[in-house]
């Protein structure tokens, strides 16, 4: 192994230590992570508009000139960063993948890189997604397809498919994503790295042209470990003025440990693929319940569990909800030249059908999503985490634009294959992909979603962790 290896390889929290008990330069890390990404970006195509080399290492000197007179920015002092395309960072276009948004150059910093950069990390470029962040699969006409870590022939997931991508790759020490349908949760599960959904509110998503009635998206991290995952969240959370719904109530992590035995007693109920309810991909079930019996050789009492709530009511509350949000989004572009010709298909079908919604039908689908908050609730009573499939099919062709069937049954829509993902956020509930194993023939990952009480992220994340510090040989597996 050589010196530039030695440091990417090192996991956030250590790279951290390292380089605050001046073991590392800044300038050292930020070497290595560029070697790397020159020569595996190029593959990989996780990272977009990457920064000047120069203009990196420039600002790695100033790290190090302000750690040798003992200043520290904070715990992400010195590393690479790279922001999620949805993300503003000043000085780099904010493109959503669209060639309509390609020069759309940030002034201003979004909450959450501005939180990032306050902890001391330097942005070296932003991450790949689907247009518009559209779909668990990581493509755009702008800057073409991300490939999974582990084969190159598959779909990345998305939306955070480059961030996903970036980490397992050790491209990024920790990377940022967000979250409306998944986009955290599906390419941490086929990348086999930690995603986080926090609750709803925990990071301020924003400043934004909406903030009070945009709430399924959330910004969060991704993670190699649960103690990075933890910290890179803690830098993430806390309110802002700007964003009025955001969480005031603090998170603290430092109760979080890699402790086996904290697994003992907690109750998870497994949903399984709700009584045969959600299709899934053979293999997928088997390999989740392997992981849950993980859990339940360490005490943890796993338990199944029903939803108990109508599924197709779920689903058009949903589609509702989706089009009264995503709808105007689209719609913003619509006035630009040839937009339609440059938007894609998927983003255009929730655009048309944003138009024909009536507030009636939102307001119904406003007292569903009320209705099954509150029904999570009484489940809550029962156990302690909620367990599902983070995906309902392996990762797929890297040049397919989504699973028209699962089996026999035809997906109606071109996020249908995602609905496992819908109960999370419609609930705003924190929720973690945790690694569950790989596929019989393929290196193909997949991993459990655990979903946790309302406002219920430290507890959360110390079951991630739990599993965690029993499962390393897993765990450690690498691309």
């Keep these: 192994m050589n010196a530039h290896d030695a440091i990417t390889d090192l996991h956030a929290d250590a790279l951290s230590q390292a380089i ?170 086929w990348n086999h790295i930690f995603g986080m959904r926090p609750s709803q509110g925990r990071v301020p998503f924003g400043p934004s042209s909406d903030v009070w009635l945009d709430q399924l998206g959330t910004e969060g991290p991704m993670a190699r470990t649960v103690t990075d995952l933890a910290k890179l969240l803690q830098v993430q959370s806390g309110h802002d003025t700007r964003v009025p719904l955001s969480l005031s109530s603090p998170l603290s992590v430092d109760g979080v440990t890699c402790d086996a035995s904290r697994m003992k007693g907690v109750r998870i ?95 119904k689908a406003s007292q569903t999503r009320t209705s099954f908050y509150h029904h999570l609730l009484t489940l809550f009573e029962n156990v302690d985490v909620i367990a599902l499939p983070v995906a309902q099919v392996w990762p797929f062709a890297v040049d397919q634009r989504w699973p028209t069937h699962i089996g026999g049954r035809e997906m109606d829509t071109y996020h249908r294959w995602m609905e496992v993902t819908i109960y999370a956020t419609l609930g705003g509930l924190p929720a973690i992909s945790v690694p569950a194993g790989f596929h019989s023939t393929h290196a193909w990952p997949m991993g459990i979603q655990l979903m946790g009480r309302p406002q219920g992220d430290e507890e959360l994340l110390q079951v991630a962790a739990a599993y965690e510090a029993a499962h390393s040989d897993l765990l450690a597996k690498r691309p």
């Design 20 to 189: 605050h008990a001046r073991q590392v330069s800044c300038r050292e890390v930020m070497q290595a992570y560029l070697q790397r990404i020159h020569r595996l970006n190029p593959t990989y195509n996780a990272i977009v508009n990457l920064a000047a080399d120069d203009t990196l290492l420039a600002q790695a000197d100033v790290c190090d000139a302000e750690l040798a007179v003992g200043h520290s920015r904070g715990w992400m002092h010195g590393m690479p960063q790279a922001i999620k395309d949805t993300g503003a960072a000043v000085g780099f276009p904010t493109t959503y993948g669209s060639p309509l948004l390609k020069d759309m150059v940030a002034q201003k910093d979004c909450v959450m890189a501005a939180r990032m950069k306050a902890a001391g990390c330097i942005v070296v470029g932003k991450t790949n997604m689907p247009e518009f962040g559209l779909g668990s699969h990581t493509f755009n006409e702008l800057f073409g397809a991300t490939p999974n870590a582990w084969d190159v022939k598959v779909s990345a997931g998305g939306s955070s498919g480059g961030s996903a991508v970036a980490l397992a790759q050790r491209l990024l020490p920790v990377a940022d994503g967000s979250d409306f349908m998944g986009s955290l949760r599906n390419p941490a599960g």
């Design 269 to 363: 109920g497994w949903l399984g693929d709700l009584n045969g309810y959600l299709a899934m991909e053979p293999g997928i079930v088997s390999v989740c319940e392997e992981a849950l019996q993980r859990m339940a050789s360490q005490g943890a009492i796993v338990t199944p569990l029903s939803l108990g709530f109508d599924t197709d009511r779920l689903w058009q509350c949903w589609l509702a909800w989706r089009r009264a949000l995503v709808g105007p989004r689209v719609g913003a572009l619509m006035s630009l030249p040839d937009a339609r010709d440059h938007i894609k298909p998927e983003a255009l079908w929730e655009y048309d059908h944003s138009l024909t919604l009536s507030y009636n039908d939102f307001s």
